[in-house]
């Protein structure tokens, strides 16, 4: 019962009567990062807030900027462009402390630049066959998944254990996993309806993002995550 009503609620946000003009498009998406960076920057500024938890609401924050792209149906072209620009605003800002709130994680790592990388890959690849859900669903594992993984991870991972030098959690790691499984499972679901099919794509998916973000270094998770794991349940789709 609980799923059907998330499902009704979230397929409804995607049910436009008609498609906003691009200037519409454009301010919405605007505003929403506008809220974002402001929000992290200004707690970074006020409260003096880790590194590491203004990172992730940026991560997090931003990543929900593909719903809005796929709600307001704006066009490839547009993502693409914004996607470049914010990955050359990322590397611009390891040499200029443009927000640095954001980068200053006490660590070598090009996952923001990565992280606009991916956006644009992924709307260059799903926008044309009009299946932009599993850019969604790439790009939502890692800003839901990883972001929330690294807290748990930080917060009350226990048991920890070390890969090509990277320390990780298995508290940090199961929060990935059921993330990017609910993630997959709630937007195919949404739609293409419920079949066995989805429920292990969802698996399968879920074991590779979390594999992934394990044995990633400096930040190439922001890629490989959101373009394997869509790529991976793009692929599925078609063969199961």
């Not at 050359?88 to 990565?114: D, H, M, Q």
């Not at 992280?115 to 709307?123: K, P």
Request: proline letters at 3%; a neutral charge.
């Amino acid at each position: 019962m609980l799923i059907s009503l998330i499902l009704a609620l979230f397929t409804s946000l995607f049910e436009l009567k008609s498609i906003p003009s691009l200037w519409v498009q454009i301010t919405i998406v605007g505003v929403w990062l506008g809220f974002v960076l402001i929000l992290a920057e200004g707690l970074y500024q006020v409260t003096n807030a880790a590194s590491e938890i203004v990172r992730k609401i940026v991560h997090i924050g931003t990543g929900n900027v593909i719903l809005l792209a796929w709600w307001l149906q704006i066009p490839a072209w547009v993502g693409i462009v914004a996607s470049i620009s914010a990955g050359a605003i990322a590397l611009l800002s390891y040499i200029l402390p443009l927000f640095p709130g954001i980068n200053s994680v006490g660590r070598n790592s090009l996952g923001t630049f990565f992280y606009a990388m991916s956006f644009s890959v992924l709307i260059a690849w799903f926008w044309p066959l009009k299946q932009p859900y599993y850019a969604a669903i790439g790009i939502l594992i890692m800003a839901l998944g990883d972001g929330f993984a690294a807290l748990v991870g930080q917060n009350f991972g226990k048991h920890s254990y070390q890969i090509w030098g990277e320390k990780k959690s298995i508290e940090g790691s199961l929060t990935m996993a059921g993330i990017s499984y609910a993630v997959t499972l709630l937007i195919l679901w949404s739609v293409q309806g419920n079949s066995w099919q989805i429920w292990l794509t969802a698996i399968a998916v879920a074991m590779v993002a979390t594999i992934l973000e394990a044995i990633s270094k400096i930040g190439i998770d922001n890629l490989t995550v959101p373009i394997g794991s869509a790529a991976l349940c793009f692929f599925l789709n078609q063969i199961l």
